[in-house]
């Protein structure tokens, strides 16, 4: 789960009235900068539908190992009464770009109505703290119950059940959904998961290993031999900026020592425009250890900014020395995520 606020914020307390949160001149959730794949919904059309309120930003993992539990209510109860709304909500600047935003819900799939909230103002008013966040919202328009990061995807069914039961009993097959997900919506493998989200921008950086690091100003760096656990480094020309690693000189190489199954990397290639880079495992190509994003030679193209699965381990999960190269300088790096 991906916090903006201290663990201990609660947001959306039980029985609380929503309907303070939408837009009476407008019609619509306040403070939506547009909508995607439907128009404005109002209060009037939501009037006795029962509501769910997923807060999510597209390069998150948790919310895409989430995505398939949404995607799968929002179809089986569509007739039932449920209308489910994705409030993109985002992490990064990049992710405040309408025509990014656009083609991630393109390219992941989401078809249900997108409010796109880039100025952060429906998460204020709802008080959220987290991606991916559900809030399950009553016929009278108010919260009954919260949901906040992966998981307990039953207790969230069967309340999406009870609430569509108060309006009309016994229309929907009470059995619970399966989604079956694949690549980076595969569910996380907790045993082994002992790698943290790790962010590359100053303002959030831990774990580097790479000595004399500076903010805003290009320098030189190196890549020890030997890295502890979830540390990383830096090689070659970089600047640090506050969200991003950003590559001055091709050629540049990061490390990073993680145990988990899977590796992802939030990057995009600004500046330099599409180029390919190149990732290894322990200074060996992937073959079947690669993600959907590289093949396994551990070639891939960074094309957009956006999460990238790297690595998938097939077998042998373990303290693994992970580097990746880029062919052209521009890349920034955001953060690496696990599963």
Not at 35 to 50: E, Q, T
Not at 242 to 251: F, I, N, P, R, T
Request: hydrophobic residues 40%.
């Amino acid at each position: 789960m991906n916090d903006r606020r201290n663990f201990m914020t609660v947001a959306g307390a039980a029985l609380v009235d929503w309907r303070g949160l939408m837009s009476n001149d407008e019609s619509r959730l306040d403070g939506a900068t547009t909508w995607l794949n439907s128009p404005p919904l109002s209060s009037a059309s939501l009037r006795g539908k029962v509501v769910l309120i997923d807060f999510w930003t597209y390069s998150c993992i948790n919310w895409r190992r989430e995505f398939p539990y949404v995607r799968a209510w929002a179809a089986k109860y569509k007739d039932a009464g449920l209308v489910v709304i994705g409030v993109h909500s985002p992490e990064f600047a990049f992710e405040r770009s309408l025509d990014n935003v656009r083609s991630a819900v393109k390219d992941i799939g989401v078809t249900y109505p997108v409010a796109v909230d880039s100025d952060h103002a429906i998460w204020r008013a709802f008080g959220n703290a987290y991606w991916p966040a559900l809030y399950f919202i009553d016929s009278m328009g108010r919260i009954r119950h919260s949901q906040f990061g992966e998981g307990n995807y039953d207790k969230s069914e069967r309340a999406i059940q009870r609430l569509l039961g108060e309006i009309s009993p016994a229309t929907f097959d009470t059995g619970l959904v399966t989604p079956v997900a694949s690549g980076a919506e595969a569910p996380a493998d907790w045993a082994n998961l002992k790698s943290p989200e790790t962010y590359a921008g100053y303002a959030r950086s831990t774990n580097l290993a790479s000595g004399g690091a500076v903010a805003n100003r290009r320098r030189s760096y190196d890549a020890p031999a030997r890295l502890r656990l979830n540390q990383w480094a830096l090689a070659g020309d970089w600047t640090l900026r506050e969200e991003a690693a950003v590559l001055e000189k091709e050629g540049g190489r990061i490390a990073y020592c993680f145990h988990a199954r899977d590796l992802h990397l939030v990057m995009g290639p600004g500046t330099g425009g599409h180029g390919s880079f190149r990732i290894t495992i322990d200074g060996r190509t992937p073959g079947a250890d690669h993600g959907v994003d590289v093949d396994a030679q551990g070639r891939g193209t960074l094309d957009a900014p956006r999460m990238y699965q790297l690595v998938r381990v097939a077998q042998r999960i373990g303290d693994r020395r992970f580097e990746i190269e880029f062919e052209k300088p521009g890349a920034e790096v955001f953060s690496f995520t696990f599963g």
